[in-house]
């Protein structure tokens, strides 16, 4: 009996392990190299040996944090699909970003590469890329690299896992990926114009957002991905200081823009 509840035990803290919420952070640093961290996986269907993402340790003077990096080689298979992939982001929404350091080992090839939404962390069929980096991303200087992305087009559907990917590189393409850090985006509940400084809220939003600006308000215009207007208010007198509200309620679920008299400056946000 004991060793069942025991067996149980391990099973459940192995379940939740797999799953991590906001705030996550990892730097790599708590295994022995080679291995990767708790839950993180990998997808290589290279043909090359040497192909595949592994921890290293000591391989930077600089690190951003010691000892340990994750490393991907992509070997000399150019048609390969190599990812690094993520536990479970339970909480994974479009109020989340991440940041990480990235960094093109000196001597390496060039190569361009991916970061994106994964749903099934075995098929690399299933990646939804958000931000694709070509060739020449790193400019030949081999520093290191801060990478911010922030969750604002994710979709139910992508699944809940972040993976790196390698998408096609030349001559041994080396990738090094540290302190990975999954937060709460920190604007995506009210975005603020700095320069007319407009407040618009809730963000995202469901059934209307509300406007506030320091300076009148006499256009209202409401821009999608496609850059189609599906929204125009004109002749409008809106005092500044003023809440206003737009009934977005009839709109599509993604991504807009809102443009305050008719000026260059565009606030986004979200609809549920």
């Known amino acids: 009996m004991k060793k069942r509840i025991l067996l149980l035990l391990v099973v459940i803290t192995t379940m939740i392990k797999a799953q991590q919420t906001a705030p996550y952070f990892e730097n790599f640093d708590g295994v022995t190299a080679p291995d990767l961290s708790n839950c993180w996986t990998t997808i290589n269907d290279s043909t090359d040996p040497n192909a595949g993402f592994v921890v290293e340790t000591n391989l930077y003077s600089d690190a951003i944090s010691s000892p340990n990096v994750a490393h991907m080689m992509s070997g000399f298979d150019t048609t390969a699909k190599v990812m690094l992939v993520s536990p479970l982001l339970d909480d994974l929404s479009q109020n989340k970003r991440i940041t990480l350091h990235a960094r093109r080992p000196p001597g390496s090839g060039d190569f361009a590469w991916s970061i994106g939404y994964l749903s099934d962390p075995t098929d690399v069929n299933t990646f939804t890329p958000i931000v694709n980096y070509p060739i020449g991303f790193f400019n030949n200087n081999d520093d290191w690299e801060t990478i911010t992305i922030n969750f604002t087009n994710y979709q139910a559907a992508y699944g809940k896992y972040i993976a790196i990917s390698q998408s096609q590189q030349y001559n041994n393409g080396n990738l090094v990926i540290d302190d990975f850090n999954y937060t709460v985006n920190p604007t995506a509940t009210i975005m603020t114009a700095e320069l007319n ?52 309620n009839n709109l599509p679920k993604g991504l807009y823009l809102l443009q305050i008299n008719s000026k260059l400056e565009q606030i986004k946000f979200i609809k549920k």
């Open 197 to 248: 400084k407009i407040t618009v809220y809730p963000n995202p939003a469901v059934n209307f957002i509300t406007i506030k600006a320091t300076e009148k308000i006499t256009s209202i215009k409401i821009i999608n991905i496609l850059g189609q207007e599906v929204l125009n208010k004109t002749n409008l007198i809106i005092l500044p200081n003023i809440n206003y509200q737009i009934d977005i």
